[in-house]
């Protein structure tokens, strides 16, 4: 079992930069792939970025350039650095953790509660 917990969310002028955390307990933090993911009002939950346990990134479209994912495995924390905020990327951003075994398969995966970002114009 892994507990995720965000926090750092909040409300900002679009332009500016946010940074959430991600502190997570329960398991061996370093051996998952970490993600953050979003949820907007009257969507769906997408994929913002995720950090393998070796260190490699992966970023979709909309925040390559502006965003910036990081982990300390000593610290047991998942970053996202949000530079250069939009009015669009108002949603509530949630921590994944995530590992499928390799031997059995089985994927464990986790989330968090959630933290608010609100952009405004």
């Known amino acids: 079992q892994v507990q995720l917990v965000e926090s750092g969310g909040g409300l900002v002028q679009a332009g500016g930069s946010l940074r959430l955390s991600c502190a997570a307990s329960?398991?061996?933090?370093?051996?998952?792939?970490m993600g953050w993911y979003r949820q907007a009002p009257g969507k769906q939950r997408e994929l913002v970025a995720t950090?393998?346990?070796?260190?490699?990134?992966n970023y979709v479209d909309f925040v390559k350039g502006r965003f910036t994912i990081s982990r300390d495995n000593v610290q047991n924390t998942v970053y996202l650095q949000m530079n250069s905020l939009k009015p669009e990327d108002t949603a509530v951003y949630y921590c994944?953790?995530?590992?499928?075994?390799?031997?059995?398969?089985?994927?464990?995966?986790?989330w968090g509660q959630g933290t608010q970002v609100t952009v405004s114009s």
């Open positions: 994944n953790a995530n590992r499928r075994h390799p031997i059995s398969g089985i994927l464990n995966n986790y």
């Open positions: 329960g398991s061996i933090f370093s051996i998952y792939t």
């Open positions: 950090i393998s346990s070796t260190g490699t990134t």
